[in-house]
């Protein structure tokens, strides 16, 4: 892998996020880079690719550059300047388009690389850090944190899930978080997403504890 590639995708893509605070952050990016990577080792997929669709994941994201989403021009204008040919952007840009989850019907990558950069996506809405990420968009979304008469939509559907309005950021656990630890791709991600999602439900049984005296 050209590190220096990656050092340039990453100066780029920090640019692009600065000033962000809702977990959306060049943090959040570099997170998963990592953790993608170390999952593309023990499955053995294309390093580069694994590394700069991390990178570039949420270049294009709808809540931070909604009129670049559809055709991913950030991430391609990327790409581009870093001298990467059109079929390997064609592979890393797919890889983006599939990684969010959507609903209980997301789509599941083909390649190691996609389910690569899934899963550590993935694994970075779950544990300590995802608990935070979760209170912090709800925060920066004028949501509540917790209130016990607004019930969960549960198992939703890609069409259910987008309109969900008006729940809580305690709902969100059961809306998606929950759901992330069996739609992992890969072994390794499997076994960490048990140990983040046991520590999301303490986190909520000591939350309950408290908000109930
Ligand atoms: P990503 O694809 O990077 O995981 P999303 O754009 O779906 O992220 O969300 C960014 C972060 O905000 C994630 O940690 C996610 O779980 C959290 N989040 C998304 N929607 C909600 C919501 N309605 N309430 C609370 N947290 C949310
Ligand atoms: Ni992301």
Redesign the pocket.
């Known amino acids: 892998m050209n590190e220096i590639l990656i050092e340039k995708a990453l100066a780029s893509v920090k640019k692009l996020f600065e000033g962000n605070s809702d977990?959306?952050d060049f943090f959040?990016t570099e997170r998963v880079y990592k953790t993608a990577l170390k999952l593309a080792k023990t499955e053995n997929a294309d390093l580069e690719i694994t590394a700069l669709a991390a990178i570039l994941h949420?270049a294009d994201?709808r809540?931070l550059s909604p009129e670049t989403c559809e055709n991913k021009l950030n991430a391609g204008n990327i790409l581009t300047e870093l001298g990467i040919d059109s079929e390997r952007q064609t592979a890393i840009l797919k890889i983006i388009s599939e990684?969010?989850?959507v609903g209980t019907d997301s789509p599941v990558p083909e390649t190691k690389e996609g389910k690569c950069v899934q899963d550590a996506?993935?694994l970075?809405?779950m544990g300590a850090i995802?608990i935070a990420?979760?209170f912090a968009?709800?925060g920066s979304?004028g949501?509540q944190m917790y209130n016990p008469d607004i019930k969960p939509t549960l198992n939703a559907d890609s069409r259910t899930y987008a309109k969900i309005e008006n729940?809580t950021?305690v709902n969100?656990f059961y809306e998606?978080?929950f759901l992330l630890k069996d739609m992992m791709n890969t072994e390794a991600a499997k076994r960490i997403a048990k140990e983040r999602e046991q520590f999301m439900k303490e986190f909520l049984e000591e939350f309950y504890k408290e908000w109930n005296g």
Do not use: E, I, M, T
């Open positions: 977990g959306h959040h949420d994201d809540k990684v969010s989850f996506d993935r970075d809405a995802g990420r979760a968009f709800g979304r949501r729940s950021s969100h998606k978080l």
